[in-house]
């Protein structure tokens, strides 16, 4: 999780604009972030490939607090209701507690719909939360009011498709935050056995590159493969203090039960898991053959 945004921009102004994280200007939101430095094997393996493709903020949403997408599945149909993806964090009720599962709760929450400039150009409402947890993963998926169809037809936006196969180390990506209007450019370092965040737990989860240096806001945003254009991940959290496994300052814990605390650094939640529990006309079914997201 990150910090709170006034403590974010709070952090900003002290800091100073020459030191501070790369921010959307308010005057030139649309500005994508340059390509990661190649820093690490990964990251120079990621921009020598030559099937890189540019990384948009159309279909990216900007919530309240935190940032979203709207996202289909492989097999979603043009006519069935959109989804939005962010974290289970990010609530308007609120964190879930550790071991909470929310499911097909009534909502009525709006998001910013967002082109590929980072110009807003519509508001839409979700009718439920479909499902929401902090255990074991961070995320959270709203179903709307309208389709994907209809999105399309009135606004000219594609939702980006949740792949459904588990990401690779050294994948070049992007994560796009709608609220920010921001593009963060790095690769995926690894991933990590088990990490741990004050109360809550999540498993498996995406370890960037340095040069992914995203702040609070940025919650939310969709990790989007360079290559496919596909999200893998949705971005969650970092380490902003050096303190080890407190709230926003997530720690490591290998298989072995090691503890590894690395300041600067980011992550995300995979999100590969999803597809398999959503089934006919994007409706949430846990009991799905294949499903193995966390249960109520």
């Known amino acids: 999780m990150r910090k709170p945004l006034v403590a974010a921009l709070f952090a900003l102004v002290i800091a100073g604009a020459g030191a501070a994280p790369a921010v959307a200007a308010p005057a030139s939101p649309a500005a994508p972030a340059a390509a990661a430095a190649s820093a690490t094997k990964a990251d120079a393996k990621a921009a020598a490939s030559p099937t890189l493709q540019a990384v948009t903020l159309a279909g990216t949403v900007a919530l309240s607090n935190c940032s979203g997408s709207v996202v289909r599945f492989p097999n979603s149909p043009d006519t069935a209701p959109a989804l939005v993806l962010t974290n289970g964090h990010c609530l308007e009720s609120g964190f879930p507690q550790p071991g909470q599962v929310l499911v097909n709760r009534a909502s009525s929450r709006t998001f910013g719909l967002l082109n590929s400039a980072g110009t807003r150009i519509a508001t839409l409402r979700a009718n439920k ?27 000219g936006i594609s939702p980006l498709t949740v792949q459904d196969t588990h990401p690779t180390a050294g994948t070049a990506i992007t994560v796009a935050s709608g609220y920010w209007k921001r593009l963060y450019s790095c690769s995926i370092d690894g991933f990590v056995h088990t990490m741990k965040e004050g109360s809550w737990t999540w ?47 997530p720690c490591e814990v290998d298989a072995t039960g090691k503890v590894t605390v690395r300041q600067g650094i ?25 499903c193995a997201l966390p249960k109520p």
Do not use: H
């Not at 590969?272 to 009991?287: E, H, I, R, V």
């Open 266 to 290: 980011n992550y995300a939640q995979e999100t590969y898991l999803f597809p398999a529990c959503f089934t006919t006309g994007n409706q949430l079914n846990l009991s799905a053959a294949g």
């Open 129 to 155: 939360l479909a499902y929401a947890t902090m255990t074991d993963t961070d995320a959270a998926i709203y179903q709307l009011t309208t389709t994907y169809a209809a999105i399309r037809s009135s606004y």
């Open 203 to 249: 498993k498996d989860s995406v370890r960037y590159t340095s040069a992914c240096n995203t702040i609070g806001g940025t919650s939310g945003s969709p990790v989007v493969d360079q290559a496919t254009g596909k999200v893998v991940a949705v971005n969650n959290t970092g380490n902003e203090d050096g303190e080890s496994c407190t709230v926003n300052n």
